[in-house]
């Protein structure tokens, strides 16, 4: 079982940055590709950002790819979203995600193939 807890949302500015982080406790010891989430309200979850693992591959959707980084510290038990330049159209509710994996260098972006989530942080991007 790993459990999953994200932060660093907040109420932001147009065109501020912000870093959001979820740490995993309990079975870390696995291999796991990681995503990052966002969901709207009334909306389907979407797909934001992958990595793989170890992490040396990622995939963002190409709507935040000049301005979203995805990373993760394996030591710490961490994955980050780098969020720059950010717009109102970011406002959501943002979800850390965990697969385990064995192998292999694809991506999954629909929310059902991820069993492991977190509670969400929310992201408030004002004009």
């Known amino acids: 079982q790993v459990q999953l807890v994200e932060s660093g949302g907040g109420l932001v500015r147009t065109g501020d940055s912000l870093r959001l982080s979820c740490t995993a406790s309990?079975?870390?010891?696995?291999?796991?590709?990681m995503a990052w989430f966002r969901q709207a309200p009334g909306e389907d979850r979407q797909f934001v950002a992958a990595?793989?693992?170890?992490?040396?591959?990622?995939y963002v959707r190409p709507s935040v790819r000049e301005r979203f980084t995805i990373s993760r510290d394996n030591a710490a038990h961490s994955l980050y979203l780098q969020m720059n330049n950010l717009k109102p159209e970011d406002s959501t509710v943002y979800y850390c995600?965990?697969?385990?994996?064995?192998?292999?260098?694809?991506?999954?972006?629909?929310?059902?193939?991820?069993?492991?989530w977190g509670q969400g942080t929310q992201v408030t991007v004002s004009s």
């Open positions: 309990g079975r870390t010891s696995g291999t796991y590709a």
């Open positions: 995600a965990a697969r385990e994996v064995y192998g292999g260098p694809s991506f999954h972006t629909q929310s059902s193939e991820y069993p492991y």
């Open positions: 990595i793989n693992w170890p992490g040396d591959s990622t």
